[in-house]
């Protein structure tokens, strides 16, 4: 059975960094597509990045580029989340995401493209 955890979020004044990690049991992380999204309140969950199985290839949403970095440690089982020049509108529920796959590079920003799920973890970001 897999399994995704994630850790990291909390309360950050704007302009201020947090990193998210997401650790994966139950499958070698390398047979996983991974990707982050996010859910702000009342809202849908929101593709935020993607990370090819060797971290060779990354992928991001236009309104987290230049300011999120995803990253994965294989070895580790962990996939991570540097957030930096936060902003309150940054602000929801951040969860990380699997699929099984055998590509080498495949994403999607469809939530329910997505085998596995962890249970999410609160990032506030104030003014």
């Known amino acids: 059975q897999v399994q995704l955890v994630e850790s990291g979020g909390g309360l950050v004044q704007a302009g201020g960094s947090l990193r998210l990690s997401c650790v994966v049991s139950?499958?070698?992380?390398?047979?996983?597509?991974m990707s982050w999204f996010r859910q702000a309140p009342g809202k849908e969950r929101d593709f935020v990045a993607a990370?090819?199985?060797?971290?060779?290839?990354?992928y991001y949403a236009d309104s987290v580029k230049g300011r999120f970095t995803i990253s994965r440690d294989n070895a580790k089982n962990t996939v991570y989340l540097q957030m930096n020049s936060l902003k309150p509108e940054d602000t929801a529920v951040y969860y990380c995401?699997?699929?099984?796959?055998?590509?080498?590079?495949?994403?999607?920003?469809?939530?329910?493209?997505?085998?596995?799920w962890g249970q999410g973890t609160q990032v506030t970001v104030s003014a």
């Open positions: 990370i090819s199985w060797n971290g060779g290839s990354t």
């Open positions: 139950g499958r070698t992380l390398s047979s996983i597509g």
């Open positions: 995401a699997g699929k099984e796959t055998t590509a080498s590079w495949w994403r999607s920003e469809t939530a329910s493209s997505y085998n596995y």
